[in-house]
């Protein structure tokens, strides 16, 4: 009850009068530097309001309504350049505000998932990393664990290349929230080491991980971090757009052979708009310096259509995804037979297929309070087989209903926020010799509000939510779990540039459905695995410093965090083996995640720029003290960017320490050192803009293993290879 009060108590603040109702304008045009040639659907955006708009064929933009004060104003051609200005909007008046936008290296990221609108990286109160669609197809992989692997703070899970999933600052699994466009992605990758994602990064607008507990927002599976794949109808781009853009894009690689394109349109009239988009990928079976991996090739493949009206006090707009895949499970042919040696074994692989239906709708300019209400309705039906050889050996079936609606405030001078309600059913089921769990229907809610209030150089983020679990499954007692996430944050400016931001947060995590309920041989996790119905909801309390600089030539970021977390749900062997695997049970015991980031990229000359990065993470049971297992190493990066015009190259030298803090079924990674050099041309014309890009990875041929990886002691990482990108984009 008390956590319920609490909820209300701060929607009756979110929904309080508007302060001012008098506004101001902001308009100017945008042109590339040195040609004075306008640029044509740029986009404009104001923050911290989250007001955005783009400039017409002349280059310019208009914005009004705006409350007065003092924001920033940033002006983004997709990934390629980008400049941000300070702007003080006065009431009545209009500001003008103008651009030259060129090639740079430091772009300004944005991201839409921290807070639920549009805002840069730099004012977001969690630690967010953005990847744009450029830099997307650059690094183009089958799967999300390969694209994210090396970013600060993001390692990979994988049981080869078609099921790597990313490991957020050592969580994995159920703790972290893979989702689309801000709603989850219904399939099953949380569930097994084996399992994978099916979104191909050649389709995204934006690719955001956000780093620590995202459960005020998102849910209690978003304990250790969300990515988000945002594709930008439904998230971010609710307008219309006038006439055609689109993109296509290729890659072509070796050492897998690897091959793939895509490409997509949007078309508007008026308030109406139309897009469609389509890819496909495959690579064959890999090759390391020990030779080729077999049964690791991969396949994806599919297509998006949808509509959409955008009107000045309202929007709707529907979607239809179909995605199909099948990647190679390396090994677990082997494990599937007791691990025996000298014998023939059928190759395992994962044969899948989503239909996935998207429904948005919003009301804006409510009244003086509300600002809009925003309703995302979404149907996911996820299929998979595991197949021997081609023969079926279990089928999985994940059908969800899930539903969203969002009231956000008016956005004042010193107040913005939102609140609203979140809700899902799943129908989840399994046939085969892996149906581990009888068929279990899961319902969840909850109800959530997060506000935001600045005053003078002070920047204050809270917020709360309360969510209610219930699994059915059939056969079995079923249990339901409530629990209440709260949180609070604090940025100020140090310096020209500077900020310090400080997060605390308390959040509740119920245990997934595998953890209650699992039992018998789980190859995907190397186990014999026994769930345990009697577990009890994860509590953490956890903090997380930031101190971070951003200006025309440097760009940097040092984060540290802590989190305390109560009944922490693991597998703790038996010492038992059945079927020739490790029995383990669900088991919890209190456990703490410590660990840092450290980001720097500097202009030492016009030409030439220093890349930096650092990440580490340190996890055990607070009672024994021994490590959680899969806990990624101490790991770096340094790297130079030599840029002269729209040319660039970049070297950069990967480097993970030994993993020495193991668990007691684990066995000690050594340590490494990678070399990879990426080369890219960039064209930029008023409506089109082409980029060619070449990498070389693996310059030395290294034999080197990823610790995160179930059969890293059987299969080392990807040898030498060379990947041609091309992207067109016309707007």
Known sequence: MKEGLTLVGLCAFLSGPVLSQNTGTLKGKVSLAGQAEPIHGATIMVT??????????????????????????????????????????????????????????????????????????????????SLESVDLVKQSHTSLGEVLENQPGVAKRSFGPGSSRPVIRGFDGDRVLVMQDGMSTGTLSSQSGDHGESIDPLTLERLEVVKGPATLLYGSNALGGVVNAVTGHHM???????????????????????????????????????????????????????????????????????????????????SYRYEDGRYGVPFAGEFEAGGGEGEDHADVSLDFNRHNARFSGGLLSLNNALAALRLALNYSDWQHRELEGEEVGTTFSNKQVAYRVTFEQAPTRHFSGSFGIQGAHRDYK????????????????????????????????????????????????GRGFTGFSGGAGIQTPLWK???????????????????????????????????????????????????????????????????????????????????????????????????????????????????LGLDYVNAELKASGEPLPRIPPLRGRAGLEFRRGSFSVKPEVLMASAQDRIYSTETRTPGYAVVNVEASYTLVRQHTAHIFGFSLFNLGNRLYRNHLSFIKDLAPEIGRGVRLTYTLRFF
């Open 430 to 477: 399994t046939v085969g010799a892996e149906a581990l769990t009888p068929p279990v229907n899961q319902n969840n809610f909850a109800a959530f509000a997060l506000e935001e209030v600045g005053v003078e150089r002070w920047r204050l983020q809270f917020g709360g939510r309360v969510e209610h679990n219930a699994y059915s499954p059939v056969g079995l007692p």
């Open 48 to 129: 911290p309001l989250g007001r955005h708009t783009e400039t017409g064929d002349d280059g310019s933009y208009e914005l009004s309504g705006l409350p007065p004060g003092s924001y920033t104003v940033n002006a983004h051609l997709h990934s390629f350049t980008d400049e941000a200005k300070a702007v003080t909007i006065s009431a009545g008046e209009i500001a003008e505000v103008n651009f030259e936008l060129q090639i740079t290296v430091l772009r300004q990221q944005i991201t839409v998932t921290a807070s639920g609108r549009e805002q840069t990286v730099f004012e977001a109160f969690q630690t967010v990393a």
């Open 236 to 318: 971010s781009h609710q307008h219309p757009h006038q006439g055609v853009r689109g993109y296509a894009a290729g890659v072509a690689g070796s050492a897998n052979a690897q091959g793939g394109g895509g490409g997509g349109f949007e078309a508007g009239q008026g308030p109406w708009m139309i897009w469609g988009s389509g890819s496909g990928q495959r690579t064959g079976d890999y090759e390391t310096p020990e030779g080729v991996v077999e049964d690791s090739r991969t396949r994806l493949a599919n297509a998006t259509a949808g509509f959409g009206w955008y009107g000045d006090r309202g929007f709707v707009d529907a």
């Open 497 to 611: 540039g500077g900020a310090f931001v400080a997060n605390y947060t308390h959040a509740f995590r119920s245990p997934a459905l595998e953890e209650l309920y699992n039992y018998g041989p789980h190859i995907g996790n190397l186990t014999f695995e026994i769930g345990n119905p009697d577990l009890e909801g994860e509590r953490s309390n956890g903090v997380d410093l930031a101190l971070r600089h951003q200006s025309r030539r440097v760009r940097a970021e040092l984060n540290f965090f802590y989190y305390d977390i109560s009944n922490f749900v693991f597998l703790s062997p038996t010492g038992e083996v059945e079927d020739g695997l490790r029995v383990a049970a669900y088991s919890q015991a209190n456990s703490r995640f410590t660990g840092t980031e450290a980001g720097f990229e500097a202009g030492l000359h016009e030409m030439i720029w220093l890349n």
